[in-house]
């Protein structure tokens, strides 16, 4: 229900140095003054972050470690039901702890020898084309806080859970992860905020919120389906649509709600062809084409 590179609460810094995060009024920890300082000091971790540096570990409490705990466990299950192949051997490659929040530099320290991606601390918004750029180097941008323990099965934003049980499981899969790299290099190589865009969008439909035929079953391989407790028992009943690059690339969604509009690949190498090929030689001219396309 959100993209990384544009859905976050806002961070300001304050003239002291510290780091205050802005949740709007319906954000589940709003009035919670803890949660809202433990926010505070964990985008602090990020906004002090240099890179080449081991990533801050943050404190968690043991309530935070609970609601890892039982996330963990029901997704799994759904995850047994709904995810693609190539995403459950990604889990069982990288082994991520079920009981406890595993620390951002321990996620990359199991993810590295996998497939060379790693791991770096965001306090908040990151620009999208730093966002997806750094994708071409093997870094991932990733939140450290977690949602608030009194709605363990929602977020409004995205939180570790999202980027370390979305994301991770999947940069643990060398085929996935050349997807990943592809489409940092394509943010790269665009020039114009439109290709650009066009280019999130495509990532939007696929790594976040794609699924995929298989075994003559639709599953699913997108972070953002298969970190959401509730998305991932719905997306079947959605509008699943054939993969398209024009119309990925120019539908509009709605981050605040469930996606009604999916896009399905026949099969992983069917994903790479399609997708894959375009990330790999897309330009501001061929994006320009496809988007005309759509109209």
């Not at 992860?177 to 790269?188: D, E, H, M, S």
Request: proline share 5%; with cysteine; glycine share 6%.
């Amino acid at each position: 229900m959100f993209e990384e590179a544009q859905y976050f609460a806002p961070v300001a810094a304050q003239q002291d140095g510290s780091v205050v995060v802005e949740l709007s009024a319906s954000h589940p920890g709003f009035a919670d003054p803890v949660y809202r300082a433990r926010r505070n000091a964990i985008a602090g971790l990020a906004v002090n972050y240099r890179p080449g540096t081991p990533i801050p570990a943050a404190e968690y409490t043991e309530q935070e470690h609970e609601v890892w705990a039982l996330v963990t466990r029901e997704l799994a299950v759904k995850h047994a039901k709904y995810a693609t192949a190539e995403y459950l051997d990604g889990v069982d490659r990288l082994g991520l702890p079920q009981e406890r929040i595993p620390q951002l530099e321990e996620v990359s320290r199991l993810l590295e020898p996998l497939t060379g991606f790693r791991y770096l601390p965001a306090a908040g918004l990151v620009p999208l084309r730093d966002f997806y750029g750094v994708l071409a180097d093997g870094y991932f941008h990733s939140t450290q806080y977690i949602r608030h323990h009194s709605v363990p099965f929602y977020t409004p934003e995205p939180d570790v859970i999202h980027e370390v049980i979305g994301h991770a499981n999947a940069l643990a899969s060398s085929r996935y992860a050349a997807l990943y790299r592809l489409a940092g290099q394509a943010a790269r190589r665009v020039q114009s905020d439109e290709a650009l865009e066009f280019v999130s969008k495509v990532f939007w439909f696929t790594l976040e919120f794609g699924v995929m035929r298989e075994a003559g079953e639709l599953k699913a391989y997108g972070a953002g389906i298969l970190s959401s407790y509730g998305e991932i028992e719905e997306f079947r009943g959605m509008d699943i649509r054939p993969l398209d690059l024009s119309a990925m690339g120019t539908t509009h969604y709605d981050i605040t709600k469930y996606q009604d509009v999916l896009f399905r690949a026949d099969s992983l190498q069917h994903l790479e062809d399609v997708v894959g090929d375009f990330w790999d030689t897309c330009d501001d001219d061929s994006i320009a084409k496809l988007i005309a396309a759509a109209v």
